[in-house]
């Protein structure tokens, strides 16, 4: 294997990454205030169908009914994604916190409506199959080309590296490589942070402090909404999809769960946790198939490969994961 | 106000100096049931208030009230003479009422500064707040023997220093009363000592202290002055100096009561049950249980004192059936008992070894069955409760209960109700009419009156006493250093998985047992 290949390999792993690694921080932020998440799913599905939707009616043409926008429409994609999340996130939160349901058919109720109401809503709009018309230019967020990348190109390892593997990608990714630290800090250097890791692990103690569970809780549902809303936005954006298209997260909501737990809901190895499975999915679709000598690993095996992990990690094969204490039970005050 | 009348009641605000708290005709109620009726209470600025009452008696909901947990219906709360509002806990902090409340309300995984700048941060970022409050705790601890590690995580220490870290958030937010829902019951004695100095200090340095508790010995020991709390109501308050034990357990229970258990002495006959050797290590591989033996003989009553978690709650599981040994044997009336996972409870009461469990609400009772099916519950195959076909007799088993309503006087007496409904006195009075009306020849009791009240404390204790005085053999493990020393005929003490001593009760005193609890053997040591 040659450096650029390997090269490669890392510069795909990155973006395959940055979904998993935006919606891993999501469920960081809401379970470690209490707030078990398996909407990840269905917000980053109805995240990424309203970036699709909403970047192609605002550069669609303005004699077709559209905005006629010419630059920027991605962000507007990003910013209605992060919108239809939210409120998703906020349905999420009144069942749960306000209204003290299960945690768990809550959010398997977002990924069933998440699901069905993109495609229905896709057809109603568009008429293909509930995709989205393809997206360009402005419409997607196109790569990045950091300060130098061209210049230092002819260094040999650190010119190639800086060039294709530090330099080109899109906003978003450098935006969820940016959150980890920022979650870091957050959670460990801030009032804010501390009352988030309390209410998570002893909401009644939080309660007699004098500070207000629930307004607590719903924040951090609230930025688990933004974070799912951009990791959406990537989805139909940000890849080579270029536009919403039935099913577009497939699975990797629930992937990013098994990454943070795999990541004991820490940012930092949450970091780590994404890459891996990126990687392996970049490993996935770069080798078809594998020739052994003795036998040839199919190509679906290959394809398998981060869903395989991600089971042997909730089965338990990574040590004990310590959830935080009070995650999934609606807090009542009693005595 | 007029200027006349401000100059009559002149005198009257100049007085001394205002109460810390008073209480004003506070009522609160949770639907049909009055928690608290029309409560007037005063406690002087820098005293020691107990309030004693009943389980049930509403002192837990007073308090709740007063730390902003729960907004009274009607009445009104004065701190300093000044009338205030306490919507929630974050007023009554600011009011200067802290609370240690009986389950800790700490974060496990923190930090002691961690816990203690929650929720009075001061500014977004920690790490200005930690930096003061760890100046500040060095300052508390010396001034108040109330030295702990602030970058210890809670849930590493030891009960006793959590519930130091409790008393130092509520003196980080500078409270002057402090509140104490049931202090020392998770607290060795020395611990207890301990925490009663910490106390005299507070109260030296101006602090106002009210301590919530049904150990009259405390009482006794450590108030100024006393309030007793009785259905709802606070039946009276005197001063400390001038009362008595009895006469504050006469005042909680409305009737006399005996706080001494009468019995003569024990008629001990020859060993039933005898433990050798017996080893347990759980599934973590902690070793619970190191090499237990002990005997146990007919007509007398054995105690088992120590901390919660030392083994002994291992020790009555695996002679209950409940759970497995590693290693070791029991022997009762010299056949050995099956030990390994096959053993069950059924098995042991066929051999005559009843059990009152410790957790009555886990395992002594299901809470949403009726009464007459809890007092058959695992006798329920006894052949006097078999009907035809083998059907269940049902008319035997509801007279039976009715017999058990009656004899062990359970209230209400009604064999269909659901066992949540009753009070704890009674849920456990069920229980222990279900073991001992089988005629167990052996009978090993579990906490016998944790959560129970003091009346139902005195029913309860005399019924163990009747059944060990038929020559029965009673096995008493209890976390209540008190009724050990009351109820047993020989005591042991257990700390750490071991036996760490025996004694006989008259030859012994608190201070001695609560040694062998911490694990030091006093003769040793000497």
């Known amino acids: ?335 | 106000m007029s200027v006349e009348t401000q100059k009559q009641r002149q005198p009257e605000t100049a007085a001394p100096v205002a109460p810390a708290i008073e209480l004003i005709g506070v009522s609160k109620s949770f639907g049909p049931v009055q928690a608290n009726k029309d409560i007037d209470m005063t406690v002087a600025k820098g005293a020691i208030h107990g309030i004693v009452g009943e389980n049930g008696a509403g002192k837990s909901t007073l308090m709740s009230i007063l730390y902003g947990f729960y907004k009274a219906d009607a009445g009104e709360i004065k701190i300093d003479g000044v009338t205030i509002e306490i919507t929630d806990s974050h007023a009554a902090i600011a009011a200067g009422i802290g609370m240690v409340h009986q389950h800790f309300m700490l974060v496990k995984p923190f930090t002691v500064l961690e816990n203690v700048i929650m929720g009075a941060e001061g500014g977004p970022l920690l790490r200005p707040s930690l930096n003061k409050a760890r100046k500040i705790l060095a300052e508390l601890a010396v001034e108040y023997e109330l030295d702990v590690d602030p970058d210890a995580i809670v849930g590493e220490l030891s009960v006793g220093f959590q519930q130091r870290v409790e008393i130092l958030k509520a003196l980080y937010r500078e409270a002057d009363i402090l509140i104490l829902d049931e202090p020392t019951g998770v607290l060795t004695p020395a611990e207890a000592d301990h925490l009663f100095r910490i106390l005299q200090n507070l109260k030296e340095q101006g602090k106002t202290i009210v301590l919530i508790t049904h150990k009259l010995r405390e009482i006794m020991a450590v108030t100024d002055t006393v309030s007793v709390m009785r259905r709802g109501q606070m039946t009276a308050t005197v001063k400390t100096s001038e009362t008595s034990a009895s006469e504050l357990a006469d005042l909680m229970v409305g009737r006399h009561v005996t706080l001494e258990v009468e019995k003569n002495p024990p008629n001990v006959g020859e060993t039933v049950l005898e433990v050798k050797n017996l080893c347990k290590t759980d599934g973590q591989g902690v070793k619970k249980l190191k090499d237990i033996s002990l005997q146990l003989k007919a007509g007398e009553i054995l105690g088992v004192a120590g901390v919660a978690g030392n083994g002994q709650s291992d020790l009555l599981e695996i002679l209950s059936g409940i759970n497995s040994a590693t290693s070791g044997e029991v022997l009762m009336r010299g056949e050995s008992i099956d030990l390994t996972h096959k053993a069950s409870a059924a098995m042991r009461r066929e051999r005559g070894i009843g059990h009152v469990p410790e957790d009555r609400h886990a395992l002594g009772l299901v809470m949403p069955f009726q009464t007459w099916e809890n007092a058959v519950l695992g006798y329920h195959n006894n052949p006097e409760f078999s009907g035809k076909f083998g059907l269940a007799d049902h008319k035997a088993m509801m007279e039976d209960a009715k017999r058990k309503i009656e004899k062990f006087d359970i209230r209400p007496t009604n064999p269909h109700l659901l066992a949540m409904n009753y009070s704890g006195g009674n849920q456990q009075k069920i229980v222990i009419a279900r073991e001992i009306e089988n005629n167990p020849d052996v009978l090993l009791v579990g906490q016998p009156t944790r959560g129970v009240d003091i009346g139902a404390i005195e029913f309860i204790h005399k019924q163990i006493v009747a059944l060990r005085d038929q020559g029965k053999a009673v096995l008493l493990i209890s976390v209540e250093l008190e009724e050990v020393l009351a109820l047993s005929d020989r005591i042991i003490v257990m700390f750490d998985g071991v036996i760490q001593g025996e004694r006989m009760p008259k030859e012994t005193n608190e201070q001695e047992l609560g040694m062998l609890m911490a694990g030091i053997d006093p003769e040793a040591s000497a």
Request: net charge positive; glycine share 12%; charged share 10%.
């Open chain 1, 1 to 335: 294997m040659d450096f650029n290949t390997i090269l490669q390999l890392f510069d795909s792993a990155v973006r395959l990454s940055t979904p998993l690694l935006l919606a891993c921080l999501a469920g960081l932020y809401s379970e470690r205030s209490g707030i078990f998440d398996i909407g990840l799913e269905g917000k980053m599905l109805a995240g990424a169908f309203a970036a699709g939707a909403m970047s192609a009616y605002a550069g669609m043409p303005v004699t077709e009914g559209g905005l006629g926008m010419t630059w920027g429409m991605a962000w507007m994609g990003a910013l209605a994604a992060v919108a239809v999340s939210i409120v998703l996130a906020l349905i999420h939160g009144f069942a749960s916190i306000t209204l003290r349901g299960n945690q768990l058919i809550s959010g398997v109720a977002i990924n069933f409506f998440a699901a069905g109401s993109t495609v229905l809503i896709g057809q109603y709009w568009f008429q293909s199959g509930g995709q989205t018309p393809p997206l360009r230019g402005a419409q997607r967020f196109e790569a990045i080309t950091l300060p130098f990348a061209k210049t230092l190109e002819g260094v040999p390892i650190l010119g190639p590296t800086y060039h294709d593997l530090i330099s080109g990608h899109n906003a978003l990714v450098y935006m969820a490589l940016l959150a980890v630290p920022l979650t870091w800090w957050l959670l460990f250097r801030t009032r804010f942070g501390l009352r988030l890791r309390a209410v998570g692990e002893s909401p009644e103690a939080v309660d007699t402090a004098g500070i207000s569970v629930v307004r607590q809780r719903y924040v951090a549902v609230l930025i688990a909404g933004v974070l799912c809303g951009l990791a959406g936005a990537y989805l139909s954006l940000g890849t080579s999809a270029a536009g919403f298209v039935k099913d577009m997260s497939a699975g990797k909501g629930f992937i990013a769960l098994a990454a943070l737990i795999f990541a004991k809901w820490q940012p930092k190895s949450a970091l780590f946790a994404c890459l891996l499975f990126g990687f392996l999915e970049a490993i996935g679709n770069r080798y078809q198939s594998i020739d052994l000598g003795a036998f040839v690993v199919p190509v679906q095996f290959m394809q398998a490969l981060p869903y395989i992990l991600t089971v042997v990690i909730l089965a338990g094969f990574i040590g004990k994961a310590i959830p935080p204490a009070a995650g999934g039970e609606p807090y009542v005050k009693e005595r």
